[in-house]
């Protein structure tokens, strides 16, 4: 069993519509990271949080400690946020090694 | 500011080779993580350098290995390819301050695409 489950797997959703991408992990953790990758490979971290909330533009990622559990969220979604989201934590320790979750693969229809 | 640089981009190797991808790190970064990413098995943690030493590492057999320059470059070899070792290996860099654990964002270079025929 994988230690970082992500949901769903796949989400085909409209444009403007309003995106949620679960992550639930079951070791304990220092932190979370929030990723993306588009095609090609190159991939972007988008948050790092180890409590509460964080906003940055469209996106928000909230996480809850005691649930072991962490959520994203893009408001107005664009075909541009089409991309394939990975979640990713450090074990408790701090060491830079991630554990990574399979990864959401989002597509917004225009 | 320059960001996470991976040589080369693409790579071509026969069973049985050897390889060597380079990372230079984003300026000031001194850790460099390694990962190899492939359908089957997702992004997986190889291992992760600090000031020229490795710190920590992930459940990979020997043939894979690294290392850190002094100027925090950092090179990772494969030795005696495998076919499943074609993958995206990909690099990461972040801040560190002495023996500071707490954690920092991660930046990633493009990645190196290896495929082994």
């Known amino acids: 069993k994988n230690e970082v489950e992500q949901s769903p797997q796949n989400l085909t959703a409209q444009e403007g519509e309003f995106i949620t991408i679960n992550c639930s992990y079951s070791v304990g953790i220092s932190a979370l990271h929030w990723l993306q990758q588009h095609p090609g490979g190159g991939i972007v971290s988008l948050f790092m949080?180890?409590?509460g909330k964080k906003k940055h533009g469209r996106l928000i990622a909230t996480i809850n400690i005691q649930e072991k559990h962490s959520s994203l969220h893009i408001t107005a979604s664009h075909p541009r946020d089409s991309a394939v989201y990975i979640c990713?934590?450090?074990?408790?320790?701090?060491?830079?090694?991630?554990?990574f979750g399979k990864g959401t693969h989002l597509i917004i229809q225009p | 500011k320059a960001g996470v640089t991976q040589t080369p981009r693409y790579l071509i190797k026969t069973r049985g080779q050897q390889v060597t991808l380079s990372c230079s790190p984003i300026s000031g970064h001194r850790s460099v993580s390694w990962y190899q990413q492939t359908p089957g098995q997702g992004l997986q943690f190889l291992f992760e350098?600090?000031?020229?030493?490795?710190?920590n590492k992930g459940n990979f057999p020997g043939r894979f290995s690294g290392r850190q320059f002094s100027n925090s470059r950092s090179e990772m070899n494969v030795s005696t390819l495998e076919l499943g070792d074609s993958a995206l290996y990909l690099c990461a860099s972040s801040l560190r301050s002495g023996t500071e654990k707490s954690n920092t964002e991660a930046f990633f270079g493009q990645g190196t695409r290896l495929t082994v025929v």
């Open positions: 990713a934590v450090h074990s408790g320790g701090g060491a830079d090694g991630l554990t």
């Open positions: 350098y600090f000031s020229e030493t490795q710190r």
């Open positions: 949080l180890s409590s």
